[in-house]
Nanobody
Framework: QVQLVESGGGLVQPGGSLRLSCATS????????MGWFRQAPGKQRELAAT???????YYADSVKGRFTISRDNVKNTVYLQMNSLKPDDTGVYYC????????WGQGTQVTVSS
């Protein structure tokens, strides 16, 4: 079992930054892959970024160059640093991990608006 708890969402103006955090209940070094998905209103959930135990990262084209995913093995936390935010980045952001199966956090709202 893996429990994931997100934090760090909120309201930000276009061009601003936010950092999301995802704390895990299991040692992060034992979790092969973690990442962040997002779901905009009326749209399907989509992948934003992933990171492996070895530190390899993947980014969706829509966030590449603006978002950075990282993991802290001591704090058992994964982060998503989001810069140059756009209104299209608005949505609920979900932390995801794959251990023996897929696990999801409860989601945190990100709103980009002036």
């Amino acid at each position: 079992q893996v429990q994931l708890v997100e934090s760090g969402g909120g309201l930000v103006q276009p061009g601003g930054s936010l950092r999301l955090s995802c704390a895990t209940s299991r040692s992060i070094s034992s979790i092969a892959r973690m990442g962040w998905f997002r779901q905009a209103p009326g749209k399907q959930r989509e992948l934003a970024a992933t990171i492996t135990t070895g530190g390899s990262t993947y980014y969706a084209d829509s966030v590449k160059g603006r978002f950075t995913i990282s993991r802290d093995n001591v704090k058992n936390t994964v982060y998503l640093q989001m810069n140059s935010l756009k209104p299209d980045d608005t949505g609920v952001y979900y932390c995801w991990s794959f251990y023996d199966r897929n696990y999801w956090g409860q989601g945190t709202q990100v709103t980009v608006s002036s």
